[in-house]
């Protein structure tokens, strides 16, 4: 039993990449000091540290180093965004503009802001999980403050069109918000080209430590305003006080640094093992693709599974391959995922769902691996009645 499951579950986690690792490790016991004391050598160890990683991580997505707040994650980042665009913006307007399929970090910051008054309106999605621009453009109002659209979904890994997103948001005068915690490093992510206002990461899906992210603010063009929602020692000038998280901050620069220097070697690896491990499947009856297998994430495949029930499949794969049946986050409720009765999936084949992620680690071997071991459950669950 000392053989682990193989590990493909990359859109809930990814392991610490080991130079991201070594990056960070001086700044645990060495470099350890404060990066807002400026009296002594320790804190400006620690603030120089901070300072270039904010400028590596605003490089890499086009933006400026003043525009890059840090927060604990993507969950938090969607928060402060939805929640501080509102209480800045609320004489303006009370109507924001979301869409079915997006993560609960921006779902229920949403539902909360409804019993404070606002309104919400939650676009359904065409049945490949991409949104229609059409429907997006004609919900918008006078009163709308804020459109948030994923760039890359969790669970089926679609592509929405943030260009043609931001393009229209910046024609209405609508500030634009992305959650891109599956998109970045994955795809190109360029807030200026793309009319960003908003942008949400998080260090953890790419292969950084768990506990830090960042939301991208707008300075210009417009010059977004936001209320804190953490207010203290006044950090990140203001928007979210509380100690930075130095080492954290540290690796995080150096994942995004890493993933977006091997995004197009990988991301072709990626399709590959994907492409790889769908051929396996494709032969088989009953098997359903959730998504859209090219306007997708590389290293993303979900499929339902006709026939079988999906507790049993999950659990009968357990002991072998790491995997799950959507999001993470919702594992706990039996209720089937919320993308995919988006998509029309019905209640059965919704529930009875694979989700693939492929990540760094991963050979063609353990696709191999996973695809028969996964196939051959399959067949034998259906044998039963
Ligand atoms: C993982 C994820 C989140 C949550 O990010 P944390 O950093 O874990 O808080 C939010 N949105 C999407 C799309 C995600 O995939």
Redesign the pocket.
Known sequence: MDQRPIYLDA?ATTPVDQRVLEAMLPFFTESFGNPSSNTHIYGWEASAAVKNAREVIAQIINATPEEIVFT?????A?NLAIKGVAEAYFNQGKHLITVATE?R??LDPCAYLETLGFEVTYLTVQSNGILDLTKLAAAIREDTILVSV?A???EIGVLQPLAEIGKLCHSRGVLFHT?A??AIAKIPLDVAAMNIDLM?L?A??IYGP?GI?ALYVRRRDPRVKLASQIQGGGQERGRRSGTLYTPQIVGFAKALEIGVESMKSESERFMQLKQQLWSMFEPLDGIYLNGDFTHSLPNNLNLSVEGVNGSALLLALQPLVAVSSGSA?SAESTAPSHVLTALGRDEKLAHASLRFGIGRFNTPEEITTVGKIAIATIKSLRTVI
């Open positions: 859109h604990s994650g993507a969950t938090e969607n993560h970090a921006v994923m890359a979904n969790n959650d915690a599956q949400s998080t953890h899906k768990k992210g986050c």
